[in-house]
Nanobody, 117 residues
Framework: VQLVESGGGLVQPGGSLRLSCAAP????????MSWVRQAPGKGLEWVSD???????YYADSGKGRFTISRDNAKNTLYLQMNSLKPEDTALYYC????????????WGQGTQVTVSS
């Protein structure tokens, strides 16, 4: 199992970024997938989940601004982030999530998102 995030960078407040997570090495379509972030000096914070059939779930912090999606044909997970705020600055990880128990068993290395003027 390998998860490789990309798409992070430096963006001004109000800007947008699209994160990608390439997920070769397992049957991607059979798994829930997650985005989780870690801000400097803070713990892990769940951002969003997507189910096998595309149902989506968001933390309050990203509702209305973030959109999670998946392309099962490309084994790729996405996170579209709009209206970014400085408090969105964090290392963003994608993770494979088991349906039950709802644990995350594999993680990528993370991609840095910095929101600053």
């Amino acid at each position: 199992v390998q998860l490789v995030e990309s798409g992070g960078g430096l963006v001004q407040p109000g800007g947008s970024l699209r994160l990608s997570c390439a997920a070769p090495g397992f049957t991607f379509s059979l798994y829930y997938m997650s985005w989780v972030r870690q801000a400097p000096g803070k713990g892990l914070e769940w951002v969003s989940d997507i189910s096998r059939n595309g149902s989506t779930y968001y933390a309050d912090s990203g509702k209305g601004r973030f959109t999670i999606s998946r392309d099962n044909a490309k084994n790729t997970l996405y996170l579209q982030m709009n209206s970014l705020k400085p408090e969105d600055t964090a290392l963003y990880y994608c993770a494979r999530r088991l349906y039950f128990p709802p644990t995350r068993d594999y993680w990528g290395q993370g991609t840095q998102v910095t929101v600053s003027s």
